[in-house]
């Protein structure tokens, strides 16, 4: 990817970081939806659909938002495991953050209490040259009882 390409990638990362950090504060429940945010919703979904969401307006959180979101990823849903329900559905919210003047980045799991694992957030870096990641580091998963990663 070119210099240039990778910097208009990052300008539009940034416009998109606000949008984002509104999206998850509605799916944790932290920001009601109002019926002015829901002006064009007509244009999307029928009369039913769109009374029965002016109904549900207000802040709540949205049970298993993650876990549906990553069982439906073409690219994640053959990696997830039985056993790895429980743990994915506990997590709260999922985002990234860019390092500064370089491609790496990290992905940040924040996760409620569960029966799984201690960790409130787990994290993995990716380091990359020419777009390929070359070195990964990852958090500490401090176990509860069974670790998912051994058969």
Not at 75 to 101: C, P, R, W
């Amino acid at each position: 990817m070119s210099a240039e390409t990778k910097a208009l990638e990052r300008s539009y990362l940034k416009l998109d970081a606000p949008l984002l950090e509104n999206i998850s504060s509605i799916v944790q429940g932290k920001k009601e939806v109002t019926e002015g945010e829901l002006k064009e919703l007509d244009k999307y979904l029928t009369a039913e659909e769109t009374e029965k969401v002016k109904e549900n307006l207000g802040a709540r959180k949205f049970p298993n938002y993650w876990f549906k979101v990553l069982s439906n990823s073409q690219v994640v849903k053959e990696s997830i495991g039985s056993d790895d329900e429980t743990l994915l559905k506990a997590i709260e919210n999922i985002y990234v953050v860019d390092e500064e003047g370089t491609d790496n980045f990290t992905i940040y799991f924040d996760f409620a209490d569960n029966e799984i694992i201690s960790n409130k957030q787990l994290t993995k870096k990716f380091y990359l040259k020419n777009d390929e990641a070359v070195k990964t580091e990852s958090s500490v998963i401090e176990w509860k009882g069974k670790n998912l990663t051994v058969k």
